[in-house]
């Protein structure tokens, strides 16, 4: 784990942290993206600052979990670069370095204000949570009021189930259950990973739920969606149920963030977006996420 930086309120005691109180359901908050984020718009801050007016504290301590893409230091570098000045410092928690830690996973993770989750393998990262106890102490931190946020499998692992690339093809899986419902990411740059989502809705697989596009991040108060952003315009995201076997659509209401140039970035970065495309290539279509 690194730290980078301290703030005031970092003086705080472990005890005063670990001691948070539960709060109440509608003070608890998720915030999905469906692809987006300081790592595929390295040119576009706007969800990230969405992420980070989420907290109540003016410089909060931001903690970011890339168990995922397998602790890869290329996310970690990018999550630095993109939240060195705009938080508290920011930390890494490696669940592949753990003896390099000197407080305990409750400790690092309860004394947070956000915890932020990048994407990669969505099986991957329960696995290890699971393996680590960080699964529940992730629901403990959101009922005592620590924001939760991610992008692709760092989105669909706080609902029921999603839809994930981890072994290839794209097929249903469960995810921690702290949303109810379904989400599927990267409906717009990933296509072929909707229908699948469809067909499990439609069988009921997997609970009715949500596609985003990338770019578009859903946020939850308590266990209901509150507002749908956009950094990028034109994404947008559906909400499907099935009833008596059909599919009921609804599109969402996305507001675009930001205004003036910064609002009209849109889409990937021009390097990020070919890196993916040769990635796909190589995996005959499919992303790991």
Known sequence: MSAEGECEHESMSVSADTDRQVVDPEQRLIFAMGGGGFTMEPANPLLDDFVLSLSEVGEPRVLFLPTASGDTIAQINAFKERFSERACGGEVLSLFHLRELTRSLEQIVLAQDIIYVGGGSMRNLLALWHAHGLDRLLIQAWERGVVLAGLSAGAMCWFAGGVTCSSGAPEPIDGLGILPGSLTVHADGEPERLPVWLAAVRDGTLPGGWALDDGVGLLFRGLSPERAVSSRPGAGGQRVDAIEGELVRKRL?????????????????????????????????????
């Not at 977006?273 to 990635?279: A, I």
């Open 253 to 289: 209401d996305v507001e675009l963030l930001g205004e003036g140039p910064q609002a009209a970035l849109g889409g990937f970065d021009e390097a990020v977006e070919e890196l993916r495309r040769v990635n796909r290539m190589r995996r005959g279509g499919s992303r790991g996420c």
